[in-house]
T-cell receptor
Framework: AQSVTQLGSHVSVSEGALVLLRCNYS??????LFWYVQYPNQGLQLLLK??????LVKGINGFEAEFKKSETSFHLTKPSAHMSDAAEYFC???????????FGAGTRLAVHP | NAGVTQTPKFQVLKTGQSMTLQCAQD?????MSWYRQDPGMGLRLIHY???????DQGEVPNGYNVSRSTTEDFPLRLLSAAPSQTSVYFC?????????????FGPGTRLTVL
C-alpha cells in the first residue's frame, strides 16, 4: 500500500534561512509525487509535482523538490524563507487510479523575523 | 471562473441531524472528489466521481453519500451526523485522463457535530 511520511509536524525558520521540509513515500509502482500548500482558512494549492523525467522539480514561489528513488524521498526546499511562506505543507503520492491522492499528515511552517 | 466553490463555509449540527455539503465547479472537469482534513492526519479521500452518474468510495466512505447528476455539482450528504464527523471538508476537481493532473481545491467547509 502507498503511504507518505512527513518528518516534523512543525518547522520553524528565520526569515532568509533555508527551508527544508521532508517527505518520504512508499509505493509499489513508480510514483507521482506532489507538494501542496495550505494558507490559513484556505484550500490547498499545488506547489509542484513530479511525474517523470527530470528529478529536480521547480515550483511556484521559489520552491523546488528533488525526487530520489534510492531514498524514496521528495523533500521540499527553498533557499531563503519569506514571512509569506508561513503555511501548512502537504506531500502527496498518486498510486495510480484516478483521483486517488494519498496525503501525508502535513508540516506547519513558521517563519519568524 | 469561480473555480471550485463550497457552501456553507461553517456548519454546526447536532448528533443525528442530516445535511448536504454543496460543491460546484465551473471548469468542466470530469473528476471530482471529497476529502476530510483532521489534525495530524492530512487529507483523506471520502468519495470521488469520474463523471456524471459515476461515483466510487475512497478511504473513509462510511457515514457519507454522494451523487453526481451533473458535471458541475458533487454534493456530499451526511445522513445521520456523528461527533466523529467533525472535520474540515474539501471538494476538489481535475481533468480526467491521467492521474497526475493537478487537483483544484475549494475553500472548505468546517463542520462541527455536537
Amino acid at each position: 500500500a502507498q503511504s507518505v511520511t512527513q518528518l516534523g509536524s512543525h518547522v520553524s525558520v528565520s526569515e532568509g534561512a533555508l527551508v527544508l521540509l521532508r517527505c518520504n513515500y512508499s509505493s509499489s509502482v513508480p510514483p507521482y509525487l506532489f507538494w501542496y500548500v495550505q494558507y490559513p482558512n484556505q484550500g490547498l494549492q499545488l506547489l509542484l509535482k513530479y511525474t517523470t523525467g527530470a528529478t529536480l522539480v521547480k515550483g511556484i514561489n521559489g520552491f523546488e523538490a528533488e525526487f530520489k528513488k534510492s531514498e524514496t524521498s521528495f523533500h521540499l526546499t527553498k533557499p531563503s524563507a519569506h514571512m509569506s511562506d508561513a503555511a501548512e505543507y502537504f506531500c502527496a503520492v498518486s498510486p495510480g487510479g484516478y483521483n486517488k491522492l494519498i496525503f501525508g499528515a502535513g508540516t506547519r511552517l513558521a517563519v519568524h523575523p | 471562473n469561480a473555480g471550485v466553490t463550497q457552501t456553507p463555509k461553517f456548519q454546526v449540527l447536532k448528533t443525528g441531524q442530516s445535511m448536504t455539503l454543496q460543491c460546484a465547479q465551473d471548469m468542466n472537469h470530469e473528476y471530482m472528489s471529497w476529502y476530510r482534513q483532521d489534525p495530524g492526519m492530512g487529507l483523506r479521500l471520502i468519495h470521488y466521481s469520474v463523471g456524471a452518474g459515476i461515483t466510487d468510495q475512497g478511504e473513509v466512505p462510511n457515514g457519507y453519500n454522494v451523487s453526481r447528476s451533473t458535471t458541475e455539482d458533487f454534493p456530499l450528504r451526511l445522513l445521520s451526523a456523528a461527533p466523529s464527523q467533525t472535520s474540515v471538508y474539501f471538494c476538489a476537481s481535475n481533468t480526467g485522463g491521467q492521474h497526475y493532473n493537478e487537483q483544484f481545491f475549494g475553500p472548505g467547509t468546517r463542520l462541527t457535530v455536537l
